[in-house]
C-alpha cells in the first residue's frame, strides 16, 4: 500500500475537525506500517472502525508500545479453553463413572452366579437330607418290628424252657461213680425207654459233700413224671 491516502466523509467541513484529523494521522500510521503488502493489522481495522463512526477509545498497548489482538479477544479465549477443559474433565468423569457401573455390575453378576450356586447346592442338600430322614425312619420301623420279634422269641424259648423243666426230675445224693441207667431204672422203677435222657447237674454240686453228685432226669411226658412221683 505504498502511497495510500483515506480521505474519510464526502463533508468538507469535516476536514478540520478534531476526529478528521485523528483519522488522516491513523491512515498515515497504517500506510507505513502496511507498506510491506501483509495482511490488515489492528491499526487498519481500528482506522476502518473510525470511519465507520465506531468509537473504540483508547487503545491497550503491550510492552513494546503496539495494540495487541490478546487484548481484546483474551477474556473470550480463557473462557473457550476453561469451558473445554471442563468439558473434558466431564467426559473424563462420565468415562470413569462408566468403568465403575461396568465393573459393579460384573461384581453383580458374579455374586448372582454364586448365589445360584450355593441355591442349587443348598436344594441338593435338603434332598439329601430328607431322603436320609425317611431312610431313618425305615430304619426304625424295622428295628421296633425286630425288637418285637426278639421278644417273642424270648418268650417262646422261655416258654419251651419252662415246659423241659417240668418234665424234669432232679436227684441229690447220688453216689459218685454210680451207673445212672442202672441206678434210675431201680429207682423209679420204670422203663428205660419212658425216660428221654439222664444227666449230671453239674451246677447244683454239693460243696460239702464231694462225693456225692445230682442228676436230672428228663421223662418224655409230665404225666409219667407226675406217676413216678404218685409212687414215692
Known sequence: MEGAKVTIGSDSGSRGSPQAHQLNLRAHEVSNEDSDGGPPTQSFRETVALSKGTDLGPPEESASGKTTIRS???PTLDRSVETMILSQDIRKGFAISEKDQGERREACEALEKKLNLLTVRTQALEETVGAMKDELRMHKEEIEVLQGT????????EQLENSLRRNNLRVLNVPEGENLKG???LLIKTALWDIQRIHKDPLKRNPNNSKSQKILINFQTYGLKEKIFSRQ
Open 150 to 157: 426278639k421278644q417273642d422269641l424270648q418268650n417262646k424259648v
Open 72 to 74: 481484546q479477544i483474551g
Open 183 to 185: 441206678f434210675v431204672i
